[in-house]
């Protein structure tokens, strides 16, 4: 079974430049998460995607950022503009389902896009 | 608001010791509980879980603690190998029939030494 691909997997910006990430889940995983972990930190939460819908974007920066999932499978996560303290790993996660903290609700994660804003 | 937290940053043992890395939380609505193991230019990966209706899960050399009324879990890897050299994740989620929203700590860097 393929896993989580991201690509790419290297950025360099300069800051006020923009940028995207491309997420595709596992093959019949209705949800999809995009995380940001910043160096030293555990992921942090940035969008949660039911399908192609959104289920929780409470902690992402929406003046800044944005993310969609068209057909409710590949997901794009765009910066615009980046600041200096976007520089982060970008990790795409996906699963089954969404309830609660059962099996369905393990969350396998891609490789992660990290990203240098200069 | 750190409501999950792994207070030690790093953590270094024998091959063929007990590894035991810790984890305590705020949140009293957390209900289910992981840990998430990560190498270098890897996503993380899924490595044991634990609902809190149970003190304690097993998994091979893997044994994760839940003590509910401390807010506390530990991981417990025994005996230790070399390849389990990573920086190891503990995450809280909360409600049954909840969005599913993990909420990770900072992560604490395991070496084991031959």
């Known amino acids: 079974e393929a896993g989580v691909a991201q690509s790419p997997r290297y950025k360099i910006i300069e800051k006020r430049q923009s940028v995207a990430f491309w997420c595709n889940p596992i093959s019949g995983h209705a949800t999809l998460y995009w995380y940001q972990q910043i160096l030293g930190q555990g992921p942090k939460l940035l969008i949660q995607f039911q399908n192609n819908g959104v289920v929780d974007d409470s902690q992402l920066p929406k003046d800044r950022f944005s993310a969609e999932r068209l057909k409710g499978v590949d997901s794009t996560l765009k910066i615009q503009p980046a600041k200096l303290e976007d520089s982060a790993v970008y990790l795409c996660?996906?699963?089954?389902?969404?309830?609660?903290?059962?099996?369905?609700?393990?969350?396998?994660f891609g490789p992660g896009t990290r990203l240098t804003v200069l | 608001d750190q409501q999950v937290k792994q207070n030690s940053p790093s953590l270094s043992v024998q091959e063929g010791r007990i590894s035991i890395l810790n984890c305590d939380y705020t949140n009293s609505m957390f209900d289910y509980f992981l840990w998430y193991k990560k190498y270098p230019a890897e996503g993380p990966t899924f490595l044991i879980s634990i609902s809190s209706i149970k003190d304690k899960n097993e998994d091979g050399r893997f044994t994760v603690f839940l003590n509910k009324s401390a807010k506390h879990l530990s991981l417990h890897i025994v005996p230790s190998q070399p390849g389990d050299s990573a920086v190891y994740f503990c995450a809280a989620s909360a409600g049954s029939g909840n969005t599913g929203k993990l909420i990770f700590g900072q992560g604490t860097t395991l070496q084991v030494k031959p």
């Open positions: 996660a996906s699963s089954l389902g969404t309830s609660g903290g059962g099996k369905n609700n393990e969350q396998f």
